[in-house]
T-cell receptor, first 115, second 113 residues
Framework: AQSVTQPDIHITVSEGASLELRCNYS??????LFWYVQSPGQGLQLLLK??????LVQGIKGFEAEFKRSQSSFNLRKPSVHWSDAAEYFC?????????????FGQGTRLTINP | KAGVTQTPRYLIKTRGQQVTLSCSPI?????VSWYQQTPGQGLQFLFE???????NKGNFPGRFSGRQFSNSRSEMNVSTLELGDSALYLC????????????FGSGTQLSVL
């Protein structure tokens, strides 16, 4: 069965510092991978997605993620975080069956930014 | 273009009652998915509807049900509410192709007392 692991429940970084959020997945075929962000009391917003091709994917708000098949990883990075990046981040794998939509999410990583 | 709209935003019910949540997808989107979000279990897939048909279902009891109307609006119903049903219920819409990105609403926060 498909699964996603985000090893870090909570990460704190200083404003202006670099960020890396880890994500490992388990999926039998070529995965469709996503990173979503959720601000308190809000729904999820897509940051970026990987379907195929270039393993380094650029997203919105200055985020990027790198797909590494050998490590079953899809880590999210940002060179310099801003206070507004404080939120919860979810990695997900697409687990669609016969066209039906389904995402399997990791448990999330809560990001706190120190001023 | 308006986003995904979920109503109501907050809901308080007591055990044993039933509840209906509503979701209006982005115009033109024919797929609507529902997810339950709790601190303990995280985000879990409930079901997905496309053109008024349920295409996929998660591992939830039969108390959880849904439907989709011809205008793609969807409702989910939970009967005989339990304390553990307290959660944020998120709806997401898409055009309906496999593994495409989903657009999420802000959710309905359900509290069961």
């Amino acid at each position: 069965a498909q699964s996603v692991t985000q090893p870090d429940i909570h990460i704190t970084v200083s404003e202006g510092a670099s960020l890396e959020l880890r994500c490992n997945y388990s999926y039998g075929a070529t995965p469709y991978l996503f990173w979503y962000v959720q601000s308190p009391g809000q729904g999820l917003q897509l940051l970026l997605k990987y379907f195929s091709g270039d393993t380094l994917v650029q997203g919105i708000k200055g985020f990027e993620a790198e797909f590494k098949r050998s490590q079953s990883s899809f880590n999210l990075r940002k060179p310099s975080v801003h206070w507004s990046d404080a939120a919860e981040y979810f990695c997900a794998v697409g687990a669609s069956l016969q066209g039906a939509q389904k995402l399997v999410f990791g448990q999330g990583t809560r990001l706190t930014i120190n001023p | 273009k308006a986003g995904v709209t979920q109503t109501p935003r907050y809901l308080i019910k007591t055990r044993g009652q039933q509840v209906t949540l509503s979701c209006s997808p982005i115009s033109g989107h024919r797929s609507v998915s529902w997810y339950q979000q709790t601190p303990g279990q995280g985000l879990q897939f409930l079901f997905e509807y496309f053109s008024e048909t349920q295409r996929n279902k998660g591992n939830f009891p039969g108390r959880f049900s849904g439907r989709q109307f011809s205008n793609s609006r969807s409702e989910m119903n939970v009967s005989t509410l339990e304390l553990g049903d307290s959660a944020l219920y998120l709806c997401a819409s898409s055009l309906g192709q496999a593994n495409e990105k989903l657009f999420f609403g802000s959710g309905t926060q359900l509290s069961v007392l």
